[in-house]
Each structure stands twice: as C-alpha cells, then as structure tokens.
C-alpha cells in the first residue's frame, strides 16, 4: 500500500508555470505506475499524465503535450508535474495516483489517490 500527498500548487498567471510534487510512502514506489489527473469545478476527473514504474516512458493528454513534463525520483519516492505555459483552462485540482498493472488514463485503472492540490490560472 501507498499514501500519496501532493503539493506545489498555487495561483499563477496565464504563462507561467508550476511544479508539482507528489510525495510517496512505503518502499514499494519504484513498482507503481503513476498518473497525474485534474478535475474542474463541474466537469469529470481527467487524464494529464502518466510514467512507468521505471520513468523511461511518459504519456500525456493532448491538451498538455508539449507543456507538461512528468518524471520521477524513485530514490526520493516522489513524482513531479512540470507545468509550463500555464493556460486558464488548466485550472483544476491536480491529483496523483497509482497503481502496479497498468499505464491507463481511465481514473479506474488506479487504486491510490492524494487529496488533491489546487492550481488556479488567472487571465
């Protein structure tokens, strides 16, 4: 089992960036495959982005390729989201999972989850 705590987010303006961090328990992390979601005020939890268990894949939603960037420390047990480019529409609480089976952007694909860390984009 794994608990999950991210930080990082905050409120920035249109343009600029954001890190974030997930911070892992247990000795088991470098087996997990983690994925980064979002969810806005009224809309469905989504996709942004997910890393092997190892970190030598990543995948992204369309929405964020080319701004966002995943990667891992396994001996830090942490896993980051590098948000550049920041746009409005990426306002949303930001949540990391993750799970041993499979790299999946379906929510139901992860079994632990943090509490979420807020990231506001002002116009």
């Known amino acids: 089992q794994v608990q999950l705590v991210e930080s990082g987010g905050g409120l920035v303006q249109a343009g600029g960036s954001l890190r974030l961090s997930c911070a892992a328990s247990?000795?088991?992390?470098?087996?997990?495959?983690m994925g980064w979601f979002r969810q806005a005020p009224g809309k469905e939890r989504e996709f942004v982005a997910a890393i092997s268990s190892s970190g030598g894949s990543t995948y992204y939603a369309d929405s964020v390729k080319g701004r966002f960037t995943i990667s891992r420390d396994n001996a830090k047990n942490t896993v980051y989201l590098q948000m550049n480019s920041l746009k409005p529409a990426d306002t949303a609480v930001y949540y990391c999972?993750?799970?041993?089976?499979?790299?999946?952007?379906?929510?139901?694909?992860?079994?632990?989850w943090g509490q979420g860390t807020q990231v506001t984009v002002s116009s």
């Open positions: 247990g000795r088991t992390f470098r087996s997990y495959i």
């Open positions: 999972a993750g799970n041993r089976q499979v790299v999946a952007a379906t929510p139901r694909a992860y079994d632990y």
